[in-house]
């Protein structure tokens, strides 16, 4: 089964947080599309729901929401994810991912888009300072 560090930007509070899923937890997320909304609850996060924004793989090569299935692709790109042309006009081709989720990717970017009633700074907070505050 794959492992995948999936980080989670909270747009209310501007900070993002590292998760590691593994097992079940990456198993939530396999053959899902990017774009997809998607629970939360798989990674711990009850009554959370999360938009999958991005994804790389293991050689740092970007995955894009608008190229359909899985696996790898060569495409003549402009500016756009996965290049910035260094002149006006400037065109390459660079090799890209599909948007389905597969074992072969290994960072997933997300955003938060419904909450739930915990805190999501509070699943994060050192026990340390759970154990003071009670």
């Known amino acids: 089964m794959a492992d995948f560090k999936v980080v989670l930007s909270d747009p209310k509070t501007g900070m993002s947080y590292k998760v ?8 939530a997320l396999m053959g899902k599309k990017l774009g997809e909304t998607v629970s939360a609850d798989a990674l711990g996060f009850e009554g959370y729901k999360i938009e999958l924004t991005g994804a790389t793989d293991r050689t740092g090569i970007p995955a894009r929401k608008d190229l359909p299935g899985a696996g790898k692709r060569k495409l003549l ?3 756009s994810t996965g290049f910035r042309p260094t002149y006006d006009g400037q065109r390459q081709r660079k090799t890209i991912r599909a948007s389905e989720i597969t074992a072969d990717f290994v960072q997933i970017n997300a955003k938060v888009v419904e909450y739930g009633q915990k805190e999501l700074a509070a699943y994060f907070a050192p026990e340390e300072a759970e154990a003071a505050a009670e």
């Open 20 to 27: 590691e899923a593994a097992g079940a937890m990456a198993g």
């Open 77 to 79: 790109l402009s500016e």
